[in-house]
């Protein structure tokens, strides 16, 4: 915007202006109207992602059970086998990225050795 037309600009579109221009820049819209979409998609997607912190955080401790069950009976903490069909659950769900989100989780839920 020139300075001649900044100048005629009212306060309140000033305002308006730079505010727009700091949404779409924190979101990389060029717009307003897409900037306002994508603010509230980055909500959703931060629920979401507290959500699955939560669930990764419940799964590690029901893990942690059912390993304390097994060493207890004389067992191994890991059991291979059952690795295998949650990498093959993940991998028919997601493709290769759920392989290697499985040995992500896997990793997490063993506990530390």
């Known amino acids: ?3 001649t037309a ?5 306060p309140a579109a000033a305002v308006s202006d730079t505010a727009t221009g700091a949404a779409t820049e924190k979101t990389g819209a060029r717009t307003a109207e897409a900037a306002d979409v994508i603010t509230g998609a980055r909500e959703r997607i931060d629920a979401l992602d507290d ?4 669930l990764i955080q419940e799964r590690m401790a029901v893990s ?6 097994r060493i207890a009976s004389g067992g191994r903490r890991v059991n291979l086998s059952r690795e295998m069909e ?3 659950h993940y ?6 990225p759920g392989t290697s989100l499985a040995l992500t989780l896997l990793e997490l839920c063993r ?3």
């Open 6 to 10: 900044t100048a005629t600009l009212t």
């Open 1 to 3: 915007m020139t300075a």
């Open 111 to 113: 506990g530390r050795v």
């Open 64 to 69: 942690a059970v059912v390993q304390d069950a």
């Open 51 to 54: 959500r699955i912190i939560g």
């Open 91 to 96: 991998s028919d769900a997601l493709g290769k």
């Open 86 to 88: 949650i990498l093959g």
